[in-house]
């Protein structure tokens, strides 16, 4: 039969283990909880496209139309130079001191 300083002993062992095993837990789900952030933002993100398409059901026809006419090479070029119109922008409000104004 232990007695109860032997007990205590080994329930402040196990504590300290568990302490430490939660330690090694947190900081191994580290990338995990990473990934996830991202995966919560991008669906907040197309949570707020679809409202937002939802809301101006005009722009989202006109847009649609405009795909159809334009059709698929066209498309893609103008997907092109838009893109990197947005890529130039954003690394220009980045780094130029009115960055705060837009």
Known sequence: MKT???VLVQRG?????IAL???YLREDMQPVHA????TDRGIGYAK?????????PGLTALAITV??????RRIIV??????FIWK??????????FSGLF
């Open 13 to 17: 062992r196990l504590l300290e283990r």
């Open 88 to 97: 130039t922008w954003r690394s220009l409000r980045e780094r130029l001191p």
């Open 48 to 56: 707020a496209g679809l409202a937002y398409i939802k809301s101006h």
């Open 4 to 6: 109860l300083t032997e």
């Open 21 to 23: 095993e939660r330690a």
């Open 35 to 38: 990934v996830l952030d991202k």
């Open 78 to 83: 103008l997907a092109k130079r838009g893109f």
């Open 67 to 72: 795909l159809f006419v334009l059709k698929g």
